[in-house]
């Protein structure tokens, strides 16, 4: 019977993890990006590449169009929060992991309306 007992943790411990769903990757790589402007004034979409440079921080790629931006952000694999600039704007945002996909809302500095943001891995 002990025999048993001490068996019967590892064995559900390597049952569990045999099937257990595979981890997301971190943050880093290349999205597609969809989105609107603050106060809905408009859509917009192209890429953007993240990039991890040190223990929980992250650089920001954006193209958009013509348009580059580039931002810094804080996080894991969970959440970001960045400060990015485009050309003479500059801003806030902050993304929430939602499975492989990652769903933000972003303001310019000095702004009184948010806009929103979808990343999907490509």
Do not use: C
């Amino acid at each position: 019977m002990r025999l048993i007992a001490s068996l019967a943790a590892p064995l559900a411990l390597a049952f569990a993890a045999a099937f257990s769903p595979p981890a997301l990757a971190g943050a880093e790589g290349t999205y597609n990006v969809v989105g609107t402007n603050p106060g809905g004034q408009g859509g917009y979409a192209g890429t953007v590449t993240v990039q991890k440079v040190g223990e929980n921080v992250f650089s920001l790629q954006w193209s958009i169009g013509n348009n580059q931006a580039i931002g810094t952000a804080v996080g894991d694999d969970d959440f970001l929060s960045v400060g990015y600039k485009s050309g003479d704007n500059f801003g806030v945002a902050l993304f929430i992991r939602d499975g492989e996909q990652w769903d933000g809302v972003w303001t310019y500095g000095g702004g009184t309306e948010i806009g929103q943001e979808t990343w999907a891995p490509q």
